[in-house]
């Protein structure tokens, strides 16, 4: 399982993820089918309640607006 730290590095050396992440974000919001497949797709564990913290994590960082 991935840890979001582990997930940044990856973004940060992988282009095909950034890519990924750039067609998730082209509309400017993030589904939640969007997020938790996203979320399969790499491994993590997580729940719908901690969707917001992920996403006050990726505003911190930069990764969305």
Do not use: C, W
């Not at 050396?13 to 509309?27: A, G, R, Y």
């Not at 993590?44 to 006050?56: F, K, N, T």
């Amino acid at each position: 399982m991935a840890t979001i730290e582990e997930l940044i590095n990856q973004y940060e050396t992988d282009p095909e993820m950034q890519k990924e992440i750039e067609q998730i974000l082209e509309d400017g919001k993030i589904t939640i089918s969007e997020f938790m497949t996203f979320a399969r797709k790499h491994d993590v564990e997580i729940s719908l309640a901690e969707l917001p913290e992920y996403l006050r994590k990726a505003k911190e960082l930069g990764l969305i607006n």
